[in-house]
């Protein structure tokens, strides 16, 4: 089995940041990667698809990189809606999630 | 415009059988490398993949869970099923149904429902 880890857990951070969060996969999931954003009692929201593949409609201050087994999510400046928890999750193989990245604000 | 419900019991008892179902509306499971999946969190945890079926019947399940789950489609209804059997309490979580689209670099989950809070208690 695929296991994702992200890091880190929680992350505090001001409107304006710049804020990165990355993904570990165990072995190698090419491009096969997407990011969700979730906010509390909702369901998940896709942000981002084969590893920097912008969903429609999502804001340009939301970007994905990496390839094989590591990848970040950039959000190159916080506003107050990006306030959430972010999931990365893998579909080389099967499909697994990280166990999420949680944004506070600082 | 895409959209997923699921629906299904609110409460089960330990070693009972769960069934959800997904109705959804704005694509059609007959579309080539259409699928649907399920998804479920517990509360304060993390997203667990479980299942999903896609256009022509093939099935992925997760290897962890495989074992007590079944999925099915009714395309003339726009229905998916997930049965999950000998439930107990850590399976408590909301399920969710999502649209897998088509396309080379589809394997991610387009739209989500809403989602459903199973709890399992006696």
């Known amino acids: 089995d695929i296991q994702m880890t992200q890091s880190p857990s929680t992350l505090s951070a001001s409107i304006g940041d710049r804020v990165t969060i990355t993904c570990r996969a165990s072995?190698?999931?090419?491009?096969?990667l997407a990011w969700y954003q979730q906010k509390p009692g909702k369901a998940p929201k896709l942000l981002i698809y084969k590893a920097s593949r912008l969903e429609s409609g999502v804001p340009s201050r939301f970007s994905g990189s990496g390839s094989g087994t590591e990848f970040t999510l950039t959000i190159s400046s916080l506003q107050p809606d990006d306030f959430a928890t972010y999931y990365c999750?893998?579909?080389?193989?099967?499909?697994?999630f990280g166990q999420g990245t949680k944004v506070e604000i600082k | 415009q895409i959209t997923l419900k699921e629906s299904g019991p609110t409460l089960v008892k330990p070693t009972q059988t769960l069934t959800l179902t997904c109705t959804f509306s704005?694509?059609?499971?007959?579309?080539?490398?259409?699928?649907v999946g399920w998804i479920r969190q517990p509360p304060g945890k993390a997203l667990e993949w479980l299942a999903l079926?896609?256009?022509?019947?093939?099935?992925r399940y997760n290897p962890s869970l495989k074992s007590r789950l079944t999925i099915t489609k009714d395309t003339s209804k726009n229905q998916v099923v997930l049965t999950m059997t000998n439930m107990d309490p850590v399976d408590t979580a909301t399920y969710y149904c999502?649209?897998?689209?088509?396309?080379?670099?589809?394997?991610?989950?387009?739209?989500w429902g809403q989602g459903t809070l199973v709890t399992v208690s006696s």
């Open positions: 999502a649209h897998r689209p088509s396309g080379d670099n589809s394997g991610h989950f387009q739209y």
């Open positions: 079926i896609y256009w022509d019947d093939d099935k």
């Open positions: 704005g694509f059609s499971l007959s579309t080539s490398g259409v699928g």
């Open positions: 999750q893998q579909y080389n193989s099967y499909r697994t």
């Open positions: 072995q190698s999931i090419s491009s096969w």
